[in-house]
């Protein structure tokens, strides 16, 4: 089986096949006109089984050329449904072939592209399930933060051109390992007898169908936690924007008890917190906007946020105490902690790709976070002194690379801070996290293979499998065998 790759200048740019040895050779297809890709996937050899297509951007930017907003859509549908139909006439002529086509990303360039981009995915995922076959499948592959372009606002940049070919290899693998299930097919004679096990659905077993079908359930489980993940941390990240001129800081304390009156402890509290903030940055000109204060427990006050007068001061106190406890033993401080504020969700995240980027840094790789930002990035750099690219990733794309490398006992951090706050909502916030405390697993339509079969499966904390199956669904298999045999 051979494969070819059919992409843009974004991927011809950066797809080389010594890059990416994790990943079978590609026969590297360059294509920018609707005409020449007719000419590609309609004269497919035989042995080309495998194929990954990229291209549609090139296509809407020469066919959609009017000022008016509705003739404009009326030609985006028209080419974008005449490359689906080259696609789909491909896949009808080739049925043991499989196609993976990418999403299309945004094309700065075009004034009125980013307002349509969401319409033009929907377009490309609508046609796609009308077609009717079960040998094409679309895939998303990179999120709207990841896309970084050059100033022609046309091609990625070096690391997101990088990234984006990696997760299109990564999706496409996951699809070309996966089987295809047509349930068209399991439509066999109502009065034929059913012997033994292997009734209908391609000669397969009741059991073998129950875990093809269990399996594609829990591949669309996966696919819709992503998309909610993906919202959910596109809104925190506008949440924490909104508070980037203010800092969290825990480990206060005061000799002095604070006052019972409201307004005096509040000036109490306020000037606590300039004289710590003076310990580390001495000329801090003691501005403040206003200090919200945890529980207070006594002498020791757990944890305030306070509002300073500009983003930049902000940035300036967290960088001193940074500076500050990098000095000596760093325990001159004592117990004190200055961050920025961010949302409960964002430091799970944090917890999360922390302990991904532990699993990264033993191999021929290193990786940090920058947790200090509304919306933290894992950075991941080659240790080979030939290779100076650093990929960065953000939290989703963090997990559909790297999800698969960390168990149950590498998120104790990350259950604890979440505790009870997510409930019956934690897979739809972090994907990996789950209800049982189990580390979340399934199969994947849009990246790497994921750890295990099963949405609700796990691993223990010495990183051993969870038997995933629940009684009823044993029950339900059970009772399958019983009339298949009768």
């Known amino acids: 089986m051979a494969r070819v790759l059919i992409g843009s200048s974004n991927i011809y740019r950066n797809y080389r096949a010594l890059a990416f040895p994790r990943y079978k050779e590609y026969s590297m ?23 990954v297509i990229s291209v549609v951007e090139n296509f809407i930017e020469k066919a959609v050329t009017s000022p008016n907003q509705e003739d404009r859509m009326k030609e985006l549908k028209a080419v974008v449904g005449t490359y689906l139909k080259a696609v789909e006439d491909a896949a009808r002529l080739n049925p043991g072939s499989k196609f993976v086509l990418v999403e299309p990303i945004l094309r700065p360039r075009l004034n009125w592209y980013d307002d349509l981009h969401e319409n033009i995915k929907k377009l490309h995922k609508e046609t796609i399930r009308s077609m009717g076959v079960v040998n094409v499948f679309g895939v998303d592959v990179i999120c709207r ?9 046309i091609h990625l940049d070096k690391n997101s051109g990088t990234n984006f070919v990696e997760c299109t290899l990564e999706a496409a693998e996951a699809v070309f390992r996966s089987s295809m299930i047509d349930l068209a097919e399991d439509d066999d004679d109502e009065n034929s007898e059913i012997g033994d096990k292997t009734k209908s659905f391609r000669g397969l077993s009741v059991g073998q169908r129950l875990d093809r079908l269990e399996a594609k359930i ?18 925190d990240t506008a949440t924490n924007k909104s508070k980037e001129d203010r800092i969290i800081m825990t480990g206060l304390t005061s000799s002095v008890p604070p006052p019972k009156d409201k307004a005096q402890r509040s000036q109490w509290i306020r000037q606590v917190v300039v004289d710590t903030i003076k310990r580390f940055k001495p000329d801090f000109d003691g501005k403040i ?3 919200n204060q945890g529980k207070n427990n006594g002498r020791e006050i757990p944890m305030v946020e306070v509002k300073l007068g ?31 504020s961010v949302t409960l969700s964002t430091r799970v995240r944090i917890d999360v790709m922390k302990s991904i980027a532990k699993k990264i840094s033993v191999g021929n790789e290193s990786a940090y976070v920058a947790a200090f930002s509304s919306r933290p990035i894992l ?10 690219n650093i990929r960065a990733f953000t939290f989703i794309d963090s997990i559909i690379k790297y999800g698969s490398i960390i168990v149950r006992g590498d998120l104790e951090e990350a259950y604890r801070r979440a505790g009870a706050s997510f409930r019956g909502q934690l897979e739809q916030h972090f994907v990996v996290l ?31 499998r969870i038997n995933p199956k629940r009684p009823r669904e044993e029950e339900a298999k059970k009772e399958l065998y019983k009339k298949s045999k009768k």
């Open 434 to 464: 789950n209800e049982s405390g189990g580390h979340g697993t399934g199969s994947r339509g849009t990246g790497a293979s994921r750890p295990g079969t099963s949405g609700t499966s796990g691993t223990s904390a010495s990183g051993s």
């Open 218 to 235: 829990d591949e669309r489980r996966w696919n819709d936690n992503l998309m909610f993940a993906r919202t959910r941390e596109e809104l």
């Open 29 to 51: 297809v360059r294509c920018v006109d609707i005409e020449s890709f007719k000419a590609q996937v309609g004269n497919l050899e035989p042995a080309e089984t495998e194929i």
């Open 310 to 340: 500009s983003i930049e001061t902000a940035s300036n106190i967290r960088k001193a105490f940074a500076d500050k406890r990098k000095e000596g033993d760093g325990k001159s401080l004592g117990r004190l902690y200055v961050a920025n």
């Open 289 to 291: 906007g206003f200090v």
């Open 379 to 388: 950075h991941v750099k080659s240790l080979n002194p030939d290779d100076a």
């Open 145 to 153: 933060a990841s896309q970084n372009f050059e100033d022609d606002g």
